[in-house]
């Protein structure tokens, strides 16, 4: 998993937490953990349960 600020590759190591159901009655959780590099903030989002699967979770980008 690549970090979105400093675009280093770093070991995931997410919490995550549910959001709550989308249109497709599928629950969506938030995943989060801080880079361990530049200490920037990974947030992203995934349906469906959570698991080690770490490739289909949707990274956000922070726009300031
Ligand atoms: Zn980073």
């Given at each position: 998993m690549k970090c979105p600020t400093c675009d280093i590759s770093f070991f995931p190591d997410l919490q995550f937490s549910a959001i709550g159901?989308?249109?497709k009655g599928h629950y969506v959780y938030v995943y989060y953990q801080m880079c361990p590099e530049c200490n920037e903030p990974?947030?992203?989002?995934?349906?469906?349960?959570?698991?080690?699967n770490v490739e289909d979770i949707i990274l956000l980008i922070i726009c300031r």
């Open positions: 159901q989308n249109g990974i947030i992203g989002i995934k349906e469906g349960a959570p698991s080690d």
